[in-house]
C-alpha cells in the first residue's frame, strides 16, 4: 500500500505540530528572527503554512493564500536566509523522525520554490 506525503508527516495534526516547531526555530535563528518577529498576524502566516504544506504534500484541504512569488515578492530574501528556513525546517523533521525519504522529498519540494523566493 502506498501512504501520501500527507499521512507520512501524520495529517494535518503532525503538520501542524511541525509548522509550530519550525515557526519557532525561525524565531530563535539569527539569520532570520527578524523576518519572522515581524510579521503582523501570526496566527494567519501559520495557517497559511498549514494549509500549503498540507495541500502540497497531497492532502484532502485547498491553499488558499498567496503563491509563492507573490508571498515573497519585494522582500529581498537572500540566499542564506533561505537556507537558514531550510535547515530550520529540515532539523524540525529530524526531531519528529519523520523518514529519510519523506525529508528527501520535502526537501526537494521546497528547494522548487527557490527561484520564487530568493530576490524576487
Ligand atoms: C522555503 C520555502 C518557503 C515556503 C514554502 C514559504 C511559505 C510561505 C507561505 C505559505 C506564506 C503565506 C503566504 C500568504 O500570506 O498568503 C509565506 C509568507 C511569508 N514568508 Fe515564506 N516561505 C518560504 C521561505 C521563506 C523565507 C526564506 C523567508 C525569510 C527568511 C520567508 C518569510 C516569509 C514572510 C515574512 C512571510 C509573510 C508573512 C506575513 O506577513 O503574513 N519565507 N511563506
Redesign the pocket.
Known amino acids: 500500500m502506498t501512504t501520501t506525503l500527507y499521512q507520512r508527516l501524520g495529517g494535518a495534526d503532525g503538520i501542524a505540530r511541525l509548522v509550530d516547531d519550525a515557526i519557532a526555530a525561525h524565531l530563535n535563528n539569527p539569520i ?1 528572527k527578524t ?2 518577529e515581524n ?3 501570526m496566527e ?2 501559520k495557517r ?2 498549514r494549509e ?1 504544506f498540507g495541500a502540497g504534500s497531497g492532502g484532502p484541504d485547498p491553499y488558499t ?2 503563491d ?1 512569488l507573490a ?2 515578492k519585494g ?1 529581498n ?1 537572500s540566499e542564506q ?2 537556507l ?3 535547515d530550520d ?1 529540515v532539523n524540525t523533521l529530524t526531531r519528529h523522525n519523520v523518514g529519510a525519504e519523506s525529508k528527501s522529498e520535502v526537501i526537494a519540494i ?1 528547494y522548487s ?1 527557490k527561484g520564487n ?1 530568493i530576490r524576487v
Open positions: 532570520v523576518r519572522f510579521i503582523r498576524d494567519r502566516a497559511m503554512a500549503f493564500g498567496k509563492m508571498a515573497h522582500m530574501i536566509e533561505y537558514a528556513v531550510m525546517i521546497l520554490l523566493i
